[in-house]
């Protein structure tokens, strides 16, 4: 059972309009959400992070949304460059794992920005 | 600073043998975790040392699996007798007391 899902594997979009990268999760003990962005042949890099206390979190042209009664959060990053085209990782921990800190990942979601 | 390095970066081993992965962490960092993606797919957990804690080991795939962390320092990973699924790019990271993780670049593993 996977407990968090990136439905979709890819999104395309214009440079200079917004992106909206979407993750569920299954889990109500998650209460730790992060983005992470990856380049093809490097590691991922952490992009953003939200605590279940709040319900918005922006960072510059980047601003993650919760939703925990839907159990969805989504990325949003307006607008969009061409350097931002990455696969980008949803991810999600609890504060009451044995194990805080661990996070479970989604599959990722492949953004494309076209000039 | 320094960030999580991780070596080879590159390995190619033929059916049957076994390899060992190396990851550095970051200083100070007293997490850390190894994943494995393999191509077109996400982030697969494999196990999570955290301090002196026994590790969380709960993603490794088989008893082929294991990986042994020196303190708060140096990690390996080692697969015995590889097979071809266990193609895949390793990644480790690691963190402080943060969730965020810093991750290294992945060895990229081809059995054939």
């Known amino acids: 059972d996977q407990q968090v899902k990136q439905n979709s594997p890819s999104l395309s979009v214009q440079e200079g309009r917004i992106s909206i990268l979407n993750c569920d999760y299954t889990?109500?003990?998650?209460?730790?959400f992060l983005w992470y962005k990856k380049y093809p042949a490097e590691g991922p890099t952490f992009l953003i992070s939200?605590?279940?206390?709040?319900d918005k979190n922006e960072d510059g042209r980047f601003t993650v949304f919760l939703n925990k009664s839907a159990k969805h959060l989504s990325l949003h990053i307006v607008p969009s460059q061409p350097g931002d085209s990455a696969v980008y990782f949803c991810?999600?921990?609890?504060?009451?794992?044995?194990?805080?800190?661990?996070?479970?990942f989604g599959d990722g979601t492949t953004l494309t920005v076209k000039p | 600073g320094a960030g999580v390095s991780q070596s080879p970066s590159n390995k190619v081993t033929e059916k049957g043998k076994d390899v060992e992965l190396r990851c550095d962490p970051i200083?100070?960092?007293?997490?850390l975790y190894w994943y494995r993606q393999r191509l077109g797919q996400g982030l697969e957990f494999l196990i999570y040392?955290?301090?002196?804690?026994?590790?969380?080991k709960s993603g490794l795939p088989s008893d082929r699996f294991s990986a042994e962390r020196t303190g708060e320092s140096v990690s390996t990973l080692t697969i015995q007798r590889t097979q071809q699924e266990d193609s895949a790019v390793y990644l480790c990271?690691?963190?402080?007391?943060?969730?965020?993780?810093?991750f290294g670049p992945g060895t990229r593993l081809t059995v054939t």
């Open positions: 889990n109500s003990m998650f209460d730790y």
């Open positions: 939200i605590s279940s206390i709040k």
């Open positions: 990271a690691s963190s402080s007391h943060s969730y965020e993780q810093y």
């Open positions: 040392f955290q301090g002196n804690s026994a590790p969380d």
């Open positions: 200083s100070g960092h007293t997490a």
């Open positions: 991810a999600a921990s609890s504060l009451y794992n044995t194990n805080a800190g661990k996070s479970t």
